[in-house]
């Protein structure tokens, strides 16, 4: 081994990759470990979690409840960016990558752990994300990476490393998908799902009702912002957590939310992941809609131009980085005044807007309407193209030999 250690802290979370790191670095390293798992809104029995790690042989096992600190600092951030990789996928992973990071390093400086470990595969987006952030933190924390050490090089190895060691774990050679679940989504990869061709099976998804099988009838929704946040959900103010989870009952009963793609990892491979995202793709639609009123159009395009860089600086795990610091700072400049009320239907997998409003509004009827106003001159149009237009009549002018 290239690093002595004598006490670590594992990010566990009771499936099959952490369960058997647990009793891998224990063996490996001889050291002491001390389990981290955080309730980001997973639907895993954290009790039990905390039990297995026990069990299996931690030294101690943290469990904490990080749902609100999830969406309020690190989720509602992003989607006042309206933060998305790639056109599709709205990071529901990779967002809460920074702060399990966050709590590991702050855990280790607690109990004197010389070393942080993670289960993230030397093929993934996550041992980046982890291990950048565990370095911004502590910049002299050791690191433990099994998956670039160990022999368990599948998913089969490790079932059967945890069989002969007597660790149960849900993941069965049947259904042998690599999920990750928060209060904003979950994602499942491997097995069939490796084959780009393959649909996925039904039988995958858990928080979205298969759309065919929706209500037949539309639900009429209306949020409240303030300074780009949602507040409230049909006039119940609600905490973040609450009211992401709200939405997710609501996009969720009408099946909103699937995805299905293959991604570019920042490792340089594509990968195939199919997502279920139901409360955030709601909510993305109605900071959007309201967005379109409040925002002037500069600023909005502005904004907009740096979208790709700052989804990709949360996708590949620099949450903690100074330029990332830099752009948040704007967006939160931006959301001050995207406040209001948007109203949204669902139905059999669409969310639509239906109306938006707010008194930060720069819509004005008055100069928009089709009918008479008193208010714009059409004939200040005919200034505005020609002078518009001046540099391509040159260009054309000139194209035509008649500089």
């Known amino acids: 081994m290239t690093q002595n250690v004598k006490k670590v802290v594992l990010a566990y979370s009771g499936g099959l990759d952490t369960s058997v790191i647990l009793k891998w670095l224990m063996e490996t390293y001889d050291c002491e470990v001390v389990t981290f798992s955080g309730d980001l809104g997973q639907v895993d029995d954290m009790a039990k979690v905390k039990a297995n790690a026990l069990k299996t042989g931690a030294v101690k096992a943290y469990v904490e409840d990080l749902k609100e600190e999830f969406v309020r600092d690190y989720v509602f951030p992003a989607f006042r960016a309206n933060a998305i990789y790639e056109g599709t996928y709205l990071l529901g992973t990779s967002i809460a990558r920074p702060l399990i ?21 030397g093929k993934g987006n996550d041992q980046v994300r982890f291990e950048v952030s565990y370095l911004a933190l502590n910049p002299y924390i050791k690191i433990i990476a099994p998956w670039r050490e160990w022999d368990l090089n599948s998913r089969t190895a490790l079932m059967d490393f945890a069989r002969r060691h007597g660790i149960a774990v849900p993941t069965t050679h049947q259904k042998p998908y690599s999920t990750d679940g928060n209060l ?25 009702t298969d759309p065919r099988e929706a209500p037949d009838t539309e639900e009429i929704i209306e949020m409240d912002f303030l300074r780009g946040d949602p507040v409230a959900v049909n006039g119940e103010a609600l905490s973040p957590a609450a009211l992401l989870q709200r939405l997710n009952a609501l996009g969720g009963r009408h099946g909103i939310g699937r995805l299905d793609i293959v991604e570019n990892r920042f490792v340089g491979m594509k990968s195939r992941g199919v997502y279920e995202t139901p409360g955030g793709t709601i909510l993305r639609m109605a900071h959007m809609g309201l967005e379109s009123i409040t925002l002037d159009r500069e600023v909005l395009h502005l904004r907009d131009s740096l979208l790709p860089q700052y989804s990709r600086l949360i996708y590949n795990g620099f949450w903690f980085a100074p330029e990332m610091r830099v752009l948040q700072g704007m967006v939160d400049q931006i959301q001050a005044g995207v406040q209001g009320t948007v109203r949204l239907g669902l139905y059999k997998g669409h969310c639509r807007i239906l109306g938006r409003k707010s008194d930060r509004s720069l819509y004005r009827e008055d100069f928009a309407t089709f009918e008479g106003d008193e208010v714009y001159s059409h004939r200040d149009a005919e200034g505005f193209i020609r002078l518009n237009a001046l540099r391509l009549r040159i260009q054309a002018m000139l194209g035509q030999g008649r500089g």
């Not at 990071?101 to 595969?121: L, M, P, Y």
């Not at 979950?186 to 928080?207: H, K, M, R």
């Open 101 to 121: 990071a966050k709590r590991q390093v702050e855990i280790a400086a607690r109990e004197a752990a010389d070393a942080v470990s993670h289960g993230a595969t």
């Open 184 to 208: 904003l989504h979950i994602s499942y990869e491997g097995g069939v799902l490796e084959d780009p061709w393959a649909a996925p099976p039904e039988d995958i998804f858990t928080l979205t």
